[in-house]
């Protein structure tokens, strides 16, 4: 999709910067060792990978997927050294609100990933809170300017879902199982059980994730949304769904 695009696009820009200053064994370093080179973060294939195999253990948390609201203001405006800045500082706020246990991804762009192992309920929504917080607080100038996304601060969304520590206790489809073992033949069936459950786990943050950027679904205590009219409600909030491991047609809103 066009999100995709625009991480490869953003990926080519960067790979072609490093090597313009002679750091390119730099950043296929880092990509290769499974670290964003930016932020210092997993990279969505580390990410994955980690989740995918405590999933596979029968291992339950909370997934959680983020967005900066309006990132796009930020480069347009103040520059994309200035939108570095950002992600660096948004990725610092990350790993200050999380145990070292927890597994914390850079996806690409402006998007990152939180996986909380063993955390649920109100614990992983305290999380969610505490990062969406300290982005508010966050301030960052850029020769001489504070930083913002054109309402004065910065602001992140954030969905989330949880998964029971059950989840990979069910009957895998021979069709389910055939497409997920295309290109990963010789993995056991519960880490191929493992990889189904992070797809949908990820499908339904991101629905959730959806639902926070547009004011949908039901708000949460202490919910906040950014001014602005209709079309930019939301946005500052957080949101949930639940998870449905149903093996009928997947759906994502």
Not at 182 to 196: H, I, P, T
Not at 215 to 236: I, Q, T, V
Not at 248 to 253: A, D
Request: charged letters at 30%; a negative charge.
């Amino acid at each position: 999709g066009p999100d995709d695009r625009d991480a490869f696009s953003e990926g080519i820009v960067r790979m072609a910067n490093l090597i313009l200053t002679g750091r390119a064994k730099q950043f296929l370093e880092a990509y290769v060792g499974g670290v964003d080179p930016l932020t210092g973060l997993s990279n969505r294939r580390d990410f994955d990978s980690r989740v995918t195999y405590g999933l596979s253990r029968v291992e339950g948390g909370t997934l959680l997927i983020m967005d900066l609201d309006f990132f796009k203001k930020v480069n347009d405006s103040f520059g994309h050294p200035a939108g570095d800045q950002v992600l660096r500082g948004f990725a610092r706020i990350v790993r200050e609100a999380v145990k070292k246990t927890d597994v914390v991804c850079r996806w690409g762009g402006e998007e990152f990933a939180v996986w909380l192992p063993n955390t649920y309920g109100r614990n992983a929504l305290s999380v969610a809170k505490r990062i969406r917080a300290k982005v508010k607080q966050l301030r960052i100038e850029h020769e001489g300017k504070l930083v913002h996304n054109g309402r004065g601060s910065l602001s992140v969304s954030i969905g989330l879902t949880e998964v029971a520590p059950s989840s990979n206790e069910f009957e895998m489809p021979e069709d389910t199982l055939t497409e997920l073992t295309v290109g990963n033949g010789g993995l056991r069936e519960e880490v191929l059980k493992g990889a189904y459950v992070l797809k949908r786990a990820t499908q339904t943050a991101d629905g959730a994730l959806y639902d926070a950027k547009h004011g949908h679904g039901e708000a949460l205590e202490d919910d906040e949304g950014l001014p602005g009219d209709d079309s930019e409600k939301g946005r500052n909030c957080v949101r949930i769904r639940p998870l449905d491991l149903s093996l009928s047609e997947e759906k994502n809103g």
